[in-house]
């Protein structure tokens, strides 16, 4: 099996909405930081994610992608939430 084959066999493992958080996140960090990152409430502000899941029900499928190796979240500094960043491994 080769890399590609291998990177698809994992992305199939997320249910429809661990798939969707991604997209509006890889959305949201390539207009806001060219892919490199984005902030957890741009991601709820800016993208049709927001008008679907509470910022709890968010942070609850940031936690399980997190686990699952898809993605990073760091504290910013106090006056920013947390940053997300995008691994996708």
């Known amino acids: 099996m080769n890399e590609t084959q291998t990177q698809m066999n994992k992305i199939n493992n997320l249910n429809d ?3 969707s958080v991604l ?3 890889q ?3 390539n207009s ?3 892919g490199e990152f984005t902030y ?3 991601v709820l502000k800016n993208t049709w994610i927001g008008s679907i899941m509470t910022p709890a029900q968010f942070k609850g499928y940031l936690s ?3 686990k699952k190796g898809y993605l990073m ?4 500094d106090s ?3 947390k940053q997300i960043f995008n691994i996708y491994s």
């Open 17 to 19: 909405l661990e798939k």
């Open 79 to 81: 006056s920013r939430p």
């Open 27 to 29: 959305i949201e960090a």
């Open 40 to 42: 957890f409430d741009d």
């Open 23 to 25: 997209e509006c996140i």
């Open 73 to 76: 979240v760091e504290d910013a």
């Open 64 to 66: 399980q992608l997190q």
């Open 32 to 34: 806001s930081t060219g």
